[in-house]
């Protein structure tokens, strides 16, 4: 019944996030069955796969939202898996956008930005209301700092939800279908975003159904299936010459 | 001025032409006898007015800040937790007021426990106090749940600790969820406040029911609690629209146009 395990390759030195053996169940229901992966400094991951086969699951776990079952993550050097570790100082350097953007909706976009510098780096109000104008500024946001979420659009508000990660200076970011609830003609400007940012050199790990997304920003797709990865190389080979039926079959009704 | 109805109907009844204007009569003279309303508002609106609001304004407070408390240890993932809070919850909302009241003031004092000293109004303050925070916590537990999880999940992935984030995300979002489930609450603690009467209260301390049950008992005339009553309308119905108020304004948040026209920048990422 259990499936053999990848061969437990080690993690080539310096990588940004290795991932060993991960596994998670709700009970009987084992969602992932033994993940492992690596993603070097400043690669760019597209993780892919049809819904129910573990790729959000996978992400929340490289930041411990979800407590893996077994196996290991390891992020920038820290074991985030072991019992002992600061999880709350390991996920300043984890930035993560979320399908429903989660901004907090009792505060502007400003205070959006600023409320983990100030609370968390403990920087002041002054100097992180500076760091959070640039950062609006820097993704077209500058004038709706004053805007409650409810008042932006949902690019807007998933460009602020990139802006309130990127201000924390993460190393790596993780996006889970970041424009699924958009509407169509929002996509565009948070994936301009998210490929400036891939250019600019960041580490990010992306969930997405965005297959033109993919081929032109991923160094690397990584296909979900059933818990498993089922592929795993060259974003443009992978995609271009899909190895695998189960892969064809998905790119085919995705595209 | 005087009394122009008490002198028609006085008229009527002189003229003694049906047992019906008598009993008109007398049931407007016993609720709505000016001499009598007149004669107690000094004392209600002096005296009474502002006890009555001095315990129900502490006991919300009290209410409120414990109610917190206790909403937060309701939500904990831990059993032994949650589980004091919820048997405090389930007494308090249980009992009867006046048994409580009962308890905290007369019963306090007689075990020797007089942290008030022997002001009746301290422990009014607490035990309504006491019951406001079984209420308010179920309140809030309510309000806190109803904020969607990815709240929790985008604080905790900036770093934020559990604590921290229901501080400063979760709380506040719930507290203006429940902004008007809570004027009944406090609506209720100004009513209450009038069970400080149980405790006795002398020239000084009087609240509102207090004084005009006094009268009453004089007068044999219910016009002064009558008096009393509107006094208390005077308090609630404000209160309720204020709370409406202050709910609407933060729901609204600053005036803000939305999404206005605006560009698609380019670059969408400048230089950083």
Redesign the interface.
Known sequence: MPTTPPPARPAPPGSAISVRDLRKSYGRNEVLRGVTFDVAPSEVLCVLGPSGSGKSTMLKCL?L?ETPTAGSVVVGGVTLTDPGVDI?????R???V?Q?F?????L?ALDNVT??LR??KKVSKAEAEEIGH?QL????LG??A???P????GG?QQRV?IA??LA?RPEVMLFDEATSALDPELV??VL??M???A??GMTMVVVTHEIGFAREAADRVIFMDEGLIAEDGDARELLDHPPGTRFREFLAQVL | MGRPYAASADGTRVNGETKIGAAVHDFFHTFFDWSEIAGALPSLLGEGLRNTLLIAVLAIIFGLVCGMLLAVLLLSRRRLVRLPARIYVDVFRGLPAIVTVSLIGLGLPAAGIRPFGRSPLGYAVVAVGLISAAYCAEIFRAGIQAV?A??M?????????YL?TMR??IV??GV?NVLPALTGQFIVDVKESSLVYLLGLSVGQRELYFIAQERQAASYNASALVAAGLCYLVITIPLTYFVNWLDRRMRE??P?????E?P??E????E?
Do not use: C, Y
């Open positions: 930041n939202l709350d100082a390991a996920r300043t984890i930035g993560m979320f429903h989660n901004l907090f909706g009792h502007s409320l983990a609370h968390v640039s500024k820097r993704l077209g004038h709706v004053r805007h409650r409810a008042n932006l659009s807007q939800a309130r990660s924390m565009k400007e301009a975003v490929r400036e940012l250019g600019s | 969607p990815g709240q999940q985008a604080g905790r992935s900036l770093g934020m600790s921290k400063l995300v506040p979002q203006r948040g600053r803000a146009r939305a999404g206005a605006e698609l920048p670059p969408a990422l400048a950083g």
